[in-house]
C-alpha cells in the first residue's frame, strides 16, 4: 500500500528552522516528482516546494523563495523540507505529495502540523 508519511513538524517562534521529512513506501519513488504543499485555516492548499525526480531541478513558491531548501534521496525513498528564517505565514498543516503526471495516480501524505509564534 502506498504511503507517504511526514515528520518534523512542531512549534517554533519567528525566525526559527524546522526540517521536515517525507518517507514513502510502495512505489517507485524516482519515478515520482516531489512536492510539498501547505493549507492554513480557511486558505486554499498552496504548492510550497517542487523537486524532479532525480533531484537536479527544484522550484519553490515566491514566499518561501530563499528560506526553504527541498531535497530528496532517492536510495532513502525520502524527500525533505528545510524552512530557515520562518514566519508568523508559514503556520500551516504541511503536506507531501508525488505527483507522475495527469495519467497517473498522485498520492498524498497525512500532513504534519507547522506552528509559527512568539
Known amino acids: 500500500q502506498v504511503q507517504l508519511v511526514e515528520s518534523g513538524g512542531g512549534l517554533v517562534q519567528p525566525g526559527e528552522s524546522l526540517r521536515l521529512s517525507c518517507a514513502a513506501s510502495?512505489?517507485?519513488?524516482?519515478?515520482?516528482?516531489m512536492r510539498w504543499y501547505r493549507q492554513a485555516p480557511g486558505e486554499e492548499r498552496e504548492l510550497v516546494a517542487q523537486?524532479?525526480?532525480?533531484?537536479?531541478?527544484?522550484t519553490y513558491g515566491h514566499s518561501v523563495k530563499g528560506r526553504f531548501t527541498i531535497s530528496r534521496d532517492n536510495a532513502k525513498n525520502a524527500v525533505a523540507l528545510q524552512m530557515n528564517n520562518l514566519k508568523f505565514e508559514d503556520t500551516a498543516v504541511y503536506y507531501c505529495n508525488s505527483y507522475q503526471g495527469t495519467s497517473y495516480p498522485q498520492y498524498w501524505g497525512r500532513g504534519t502540523q507547522v506552528t509559527v509564534s512568539s
Open positions: 510502495d512505489f517507485t519513488f524516482s519515478d515520482y516528482i
Open positions: 523537486i524532479s525526480r532525480f533531484g537536479d531541478t527544484t
